[in-house]
């Protein structure tokens, strides 16, 4: 839940980023809209092909999900071009959209049938939580760096969310080597 929390923040920054950092790309006050829908875009294709693949998902493809989404960010962030941009707007979207459903099937096979409400509200609270903050974040973080350094900022971010998944994360018990 902890890096999860860390994509929601980065995310939340971006979100606050780009209408200035679509109309610097040329792309006027209707930007925000397009890089929206870019994004949308990508999920829907991201939740869609992640759930055509389920039954083979493992709790761990969320370090890689995590890792792919600050990747994208760095290229979104330095693309210049806005046509560039909002191409990697749509992959950052698919990457997005896989990790959600990752995320969301980890709870189900990581935590007690008994705690999985619990485990729902607490991640969607938290989830929001840090949401919410980056947005009131983001006029301090826009009186000291650029949108793509924000951006960049927001691609580290993701990043160290990775790294905490990956050394957080218990083994799959569908890993898990049995005793002869």
């Known amino acids: 839940m902890g890096g999860f929390a860390l994509a929601t923040l980065a995310t939340g920054l971006v979100n606050a980023t780009l209408p200035k950092f679509t109309?610097?790309?040329?792309?006027?006050?209707?930007?925000?809209g397009w890089a929206l829908a870019a994004l949308a875009c990508g999920m829907m294709a991201g939740e869609a092909l992640t759930g055509a693949i389920a039954?083979?998902?493992?709790?761990?493809?969320?370090?890689?999900?995590?890792?792919?989404?600050?990747?994208?960010?760095?290229a979104f962030a330095w693309s210049g071009s806005?046509?560039?941009?909002?191409?990697?707007?749509v992959a950052?979207?698919?990457?997005?959209?896989?990790?959600?459903?990752?995320?969301?099937?980890?709870?189900?096979?990581?935590?007690?049938?008994?705690h999985q409400g619990r485990v729902f509200g607490v991640g969607s609270?938290?989830?929001?939580?840090t949401m919410l903050g980056a947005v009131a974040l983001a006029p301090v973080v826009d009186a000291v760096a650029s949108p793509a350094?924000?951006?960049?900022?927001?691609?580290?971010?993701?990043?160290?969310?990775?790294v905490l998944v990956q050394l957080t994360l218990r083994p799959s018990p569908r890993l898990a080597t049995a005793t002869a």
Do not use: C, K
């Open 125 to 129: 609270t938290l989830w929001r939580t």
């Open 55 to 74: 039954e083979r998902i493992e709790p761990r493809w969320l370090a890689a999900g995590l890792a792919g989404m600050g990747a994208l960010f760095f």
């Open 23 to 32: 109309s610097a790309l040329g792309l006027g006050a209707s930007g925000y």
């Open 82 to 89: 806005a046509l560039i941009a909002l191409g990697f707007l």
């Open 92 to 114: 950052f979207g698919v990457a997005n959209g896989f990790t959600e459903v990752v995320m969301m099937t980890a709870i189900h096979q990581q935590a007690d049938s008994t």
């Open 149 to 162: 350094e924000a951006i960049t900022v927001a691609g580290v971010v993701l990043l160290v969310g990775a």
